[in-house]
Structure formats: C-alpha cells, structure tokens
C-alpha cells in the first residue's frame, strides 16, 4: 500500500498540527474519571502542549490561556509548554467538555479502514483574548 498524506496540511493560516487523544489519567470522556477526588489531582482540565520554541515564537507561556483552533472551529484552553511535544505539533486530550478537542477534528475517513482520520489536522494557536 502507498503512503497518504492526511487530507489536511499545516498552511499559512494553520500552521501546526494538531493531534488529540487520550491521557493516562482520564476514560474516554470523563464523565467516570472526572468524578475521581484522587484522578482530579493529577488530572483537573484540559490542555494544550505546545513545543516551548513554538511557544516562543507566537509568545505564550506555560498556563496561558489559549485559543487552539481548526477550520471547524476554536476551543478556549491552558497552555503546557514543554519539550514532550515535537516542533510544529499541537497535541490535546479529548476528556474534557470545556476543552472539546475533538471538536477541532477532521472527519476525512481512510479509504481502506472507513475509520475517521481523528487524529491529525492543520491548527493554530494564539493568546485568548
């Protein structure tokens, strides 16, 4: 089979991509987890990482609020600056109501697997305003 590019690239107007998914902390869409006093410690709300040279560049720091967005929408959320996310790489957990990072999504399927193509698309970042 021959390798093909997700249906949505980073552009000038999205220039990162955005991957969402799960955190070791939190089940699908929390609605059992976040009812945990315990997992609410390690785990309160949602997040954006972002790698910290791209923080740099579009001048957020870590726990600023965001505004990640996609061209099916934006979401409202903190920033988690660091180096465990690559240059260039958004990523977001999909647990939490208030931070609905699936909602940023594309929904192009595989022609093989039928299966939404969920987990990458072209995004951008900025300081909420």
Known sequence: MKFREPAEL?????????????????YHTGTLSRKSPTIHQKSPTGY?????????????KDGDTVEVSTTRGKVTTKASVGTHIAK??????????EGP???????????????????????????AQ
């Open 10 to 26: 980073p552009d000038k107007k999205f220039p990162l991509i955005l991957s969402t998914g799960r955190q070791l902390y939190q």
């Open 48 to 60: 954006v990482e972002i790698h910290f040279k791209d923080a740099e560049k579009y001048g957020i």
């Open 88 to 97: 260039g790489w958004l990523f977001m957990p999909f647990h939490f109501a």
């Open 101 to 127: 990072a699936n909602m940023l999504t594309n929904d192009a399927l595989d022609p093989i697997a039928k299966i939404p193509e969920l987990k990458v698309c072209a995004a951008q970042i900025k300081i």
